[in-house]
């Protein structure tokens, strides 16, 4: 009933055998019936125990598997095969323990979810979870299986209105702003990297200029052109380095405004804070070798009578 990134859900409160919550406090969890080889479809793990079967139906005992933010959360040192809960009136046995999937969004946790088989869906459940019917298939032929199955179904009932989807492209929508600001983000930090280089080349260029009867001096009484290079290179080191460390510090402080649109990756990320410096250092000492070569081709009689 409610598909990954389908911009659906539902939740329900619960109760635990043997561990009632405590007082004031209700615990919610998402519900989700579903029919057997869900899991398989999808391509969710199951850790422990079993998935649903035909034989799951209304007159069989209730049944349930739960993910593993519910399972960590309960019985974080034990097995919860065996154990039961209570999201409506009848207590349901825990068969199995799956994976954990992100439902709504990348940016969101994986919040605790009850499944539950179709046929074993609470009627009360049953009246909202009814509105949103979702059929999952896996194929390699999105197109020809989009066409057939929407046949099928309108074979049955032609009133119904039947939209086809990808999870890619469900996955896709989902991401769709974070992936424009991100782009967003990139052009302007190759704009914001582009004026860095062509900003140390000009300083660079002007300090190299203002040196010139220093540098004719230096190479008049025996400086060579590796030591000239040297020094304009090392310049361009510790200018660089002062800025990149003021850098560091201001992004280490107001990079959390980037935390909506990272996955999977700490708005302090160690990698990142690394790697970033050095290229910046690369970077710079490529923007001012430049300068630095034409200084080294400085003549010591005409440089000493610049002005």
């Given at each position: 009933?409610?598909?990954?990134?389908?911009?659906?859900?539902?939740?329900?409160?619960y109760?635990?055998?043997?561990q009632?919550?405590p007082?004031?406090?209700?615990?919610?969890?998402?519900?989700?019936?579903?029919?057997?080889a869900?899991?398989?479809?999808?391509?969710i793990?199951?850790?422990?125990?079993r998935?649903?079967?035909?034989?799951?139906?209304?007159?069989?005992?209730?049944?349930t598997?739960?993910?593993?933010?519910?399972?960590?959360?309960?019985?974080?040192?034990e097995?919860p095969?065996?154990?039961?809960?209570?999201?409506d009136?009848?207590?349901?046995?825990?068969?199995?323990?799956?994976?954990?999937?992100?439902h709504?969004?990348?940016?969101?946790?994986p919040d605790?979810?009850i499944?539950?088989?179709?046929?074993q869906t609470?009627?009360?459940?049953?009246?909202f979870?009814?509105?949103?019917?979702n059929?999952?298939?896996?194929s390699?032929?999105?197109?020809?299986?989009?066409?057939?199955?929407?046949?099928?179904?309108?074979?049955?009932?032609?009133?119904?209105?039947?939209?086809?989807?990808?999870?890619?492209?469900?996955?896709?929508?989902?991401?769709?702003?974070?992936?424009?600001?991100?782009?967003l983000i990139?052009?302007?930090?190759?704009?914001?990297?582009?004026?860095?280089c062509?900003g140390?080349?000009?300083?660079?260029?002007?300090l190299?200029?203002?040196?010139?009867?220093?540098?004719?001096?230096?190479?008049?009484?025996?400086?060579?052109?590796?030591?000239?290079?040297?020094?304009?290179?090392?310049?361009?080191?510790?200018l660089?380095?002062?800025?990149?460390?003021?850098g560091?510090?201001?992004?280490?402080f107001?990079?959390?405004?980037?935390?909506?649109i990272l996955?999977g990756?700490?708005?302090?990320?160690?990698?990142?804070f690394?790697?970033?410096?050095?290229?910046?250092i690369?970077?710079?000492?490529?923007?001012?070798?430049?300068?630095?070569?034409?200084a080294?081709?400085?003549?010591?009689?005409?440089?000493?009578?610049?002005?």
């Open positions: 009933t409610h598909l990954p990134f389908g911009h659906n859900s539902s939740g329900n409160s109760e635990v055998e043997g009632p919550a007082p004031g406090v209700q615990l919610n969890a998402q519900i989700r019936p579903v029919s057997p869900y899991f398989a479809t999808l391509q793990p199951l850790k422990e125990g998935d649903f079967n035909e034989r799951d139906n209304e007159n069989a005992p209730g049944v598997i739960i993910n593993e933010v519910f399972a960590k959360r309960f019985w974080p040192n097995s095969l065996g154990k039961r809960i209570r999201y009136k009848d207590w349901l046995a825990i068969i199995g323990v799956c994976g954990n999937i992100k709504s969004s990348l940016e969101t946790a605790a979810e499944y539950v088989p179709y046929p609470a009627p009360g459940a049953l009246t979870v009814g509105r949103n019917l059929f999952v298939i896996r390699n032929a999105a197109g020809s299986v989009a066409s057939s199955t929407r046949a099928a179904i309108h074979s049955l009932d032609p009133g119904l209105v039947v939209r086809v989807n990808t999870m890619e492209a469900l996955i896709n929508d989902s991401v769709a702003q974070p992936r424009f600001r991100t782009w990139a052009i302007f930090s190759v704009f914001a990297l582009t004026l860095a062509l140390i080349y000009g300083v660079i260029a002007y190299v200029t203002q040196r010139y009867k220093e540098i004719g001096i230096r190479m008049a009484l025996g400086a060579t052109r590796a030591n000239i290079l040297q020094l304009i290179l090392g310049r361009t080191c510790k660089a380095a002062v800025g990149i460390v003021a560091v510090l201001a992004a280490f107001l990079s959390r405004f980037l935390s909506s996955f990756v700490t708005i302090h990320d160690p990698l990142t690394v790697v970033v410096p050095l290229c910046l690369t970077i710079a000492l490529l923007a001012g070798f430049f300068p630095a070569r034409r080294t081709r400085v003549d010591p009689v005409s440089s000493l009578r610049y002005e």
